[in-house]
């Protein structure tokens, strides 16, 4: 076992150099001499794997899924069931503590990592079986505890071995059917690997393939958005940006989309992060006339529910006539894309309500707007602001900002203008 691989757990400080040598020093003869006394009893080396991915659950699931490992059944035979030691004594000669009915190695830091790299160099063999064992585990139970428990060994063991396999793994355990705590979860594992020195490159590279596939499915997608909305954002920022941008090119507004969307305004919000944003942002929209780019340009200026970009760019262009023209051209380029229209009509009622609320600067809302409809008047969210459609009420919001606008003022001067209320 190496010593670098320990460190590799550890946080990068002194403090942290200092426990990673200590935690070797303490586990690395226990482990070896654990592993000596169990050299014909597989069984006992089951049960150690068992408890070691299954800390907190009972002793008897512990045996009930190292036998599983094995692909042994429940023994049958009451004498072999009544010979030997006690399951509670078995647990504690590989290191385990039993309390109640719980298994853990919570009294031992570091003791159930020393196991596993043990393993994972001594026994290359297991890798493929293990594996395979582990997604049965998280596909019979689901629960938070044991995914946390399962995922966390995991992805430790990934960027100390830099070995991507364990991250393909830790990626299929995402469905159509997870819950948002179980999608939170996954996210948060796998941005730790996308963050790691040596694996963080290939983990990275992994998520811009899933996010670009067009097999990717939309829980998966949904995971890569999430990483791109914690710490990788910080750090990586063009990245998460190339990542969001492929799951907003999904042909349909889905969930992922839509978190992608969020993702990409909570970045904006970040603190220094704005102006990446928007330049960003802007050129996707202006150079490729996208739904990805219309998209994102107009997650940036929704409202709801937090209207600080909006407020920073509609301030900007008070002062900055380009920041003013590049929102003219980017609404452009969002009405010009038919598949983002009724997301343009949520985002214009959406700044009329905010404008109603004092949110934002009602003057700045009106000059751009107006420069908007001029261009824009025959494209159907602008022509339904201004003209309303059959059948709709409008709320005050809307109808006050509809009557601010010039091209309304000129057209309520004629008799024959009756727009819907």
Not at 71 to 81: F, L, N, Q, T, Y
Not at 255 to 269: D, F, I, N, P
């Given at each position: 076992?190496?010593?670098a ?10 403090t ?6 200590n935690?070797?020093?303490q ?8 592993f ?11 049960l150690?794997v ?19 490992l ?14 030997g ?6 647990l ?23 196991v596993?790299?043990?393993?994972w160099?001594q026994?290359?063999d ?7 064992w582990?997604?049965?585990?998280v ?29 393909n ?36 590279k ?38 969001l ?8 507004r ?18 220094g ?12 929209a202006k ?10 340009f ?8 937090d ?12 002062q900055d ?6 929102l ?33 600067d ?29 059948g709709?009420?409008?709320d ?11 091209f309304?003022s ?8 009756a727009?819907?209320?």
């Amino acid at each position: 076992m190496r010593l670098a691989a320990v460190a590799a757990f550890v946080e990068d400080s002194d403090t942290g150099r200092e426990t990673a040598t200590n935690s070797f020093q303490q586990w690395s003869k226990r482990v070896e001499e654990v592993f000596t006394a169990t050299q014909q009893l597989p069984e006992e080396r089951a049960l150690l794997v068992s408890a070691l991915f299954l800390r907190g659950e009972e002793a008897v699931t512990v045996q009930s899924h190292a036998r599983q490992l094995l692909g042994e059944g429940a023994e049958s035979s009451v004498r072999k069931i009544l010979t030997g030691p006690d399951l509670t004594t078995r647990l504690e000669a590989v290191g385990a503590t039993v309390a109640g009915r719980a298994v853990s190695f919570d009294d031992k830091p570091g003791y159930a990592r020393a196991v596993l790299i043990h393993l994972w160099h001594q026994r290359p063999d297991i890798h493929d079986p293990l594996l395979v064992w582990l997604d049965g585990l998280v596909a019979s139970n689901t629960s938070d505890v044991r995914l946390t428990s399962i995922s966390g060994h995991l992805v430790d063991l990934a960027i100390a071995e830099n070995d991507v396999s364990v991250v393909n793994t830790i990626k299929g355990w995402v469905s159509d059917n997870s819950s948002e705590r179980h999608l939170d979860l996954i996210a948060g594992v796998l941005a730790k690997a996308a963050e790691a020195d040596a694996l963080g490159p290939v983990v990275r590279k992994r998520l811009i393939d899933w996010a670009s596939s067009e097999q990717a499915s939309e829980a998966v997608a949904r995971v890569i958005a999430l990483v791109c909305r914690g710490s990788l954002a910080e750090h990586y920022p063009l990245q998460a940006l190339a990542r969001l941008r492929h799951i907003m090119r999904r042909p349909e507004r889905d969930a992922a989309v839509r978190e992608a969307e969020a993702s990409l305004r909570h970045m904006a919000t970040g603190l220094g992060q704005l102006p990446r944003v928007w330049e960003t942002v802007c050129k996707w929209a202006k150079d490729s006339r996208s739904l990805a780019g219309a998209r994102a340009f107009l997650s940036i200026l929704d409202p709801e529910p937090d209207p600080q970009a909006l407020q920073v760019l509609l301030a900007s262009a008070q002062q900055d006539h380009e920041v003013a023209d590049a929102l003219v051209e980017g609404w452009t380029a969002a009405l010009e894309e038919p598949g983002v229209h009724e997301q343009c009509r949520q985002v214009l009622h959406g700044w009329a309500r905010a404008r109603a609320a004092g949110d934002i600067d009602s003057k700045a809302v009106k000059e751009i707007l107006d420069r908007i409809v001029e261009r824009q008047l025959y494209t159907l969210p602008i022509s339904d602001l201004i003209y309303g459609v059959a059948g709709v009420a409008y709320d005050e919001a809307i109808i006050d900002l509809r009557r601010d606008l010039n091209f309304f003022s000129r057209l309520s001067a004629s008799d024959t203008f009756a727009p819907e209320p």
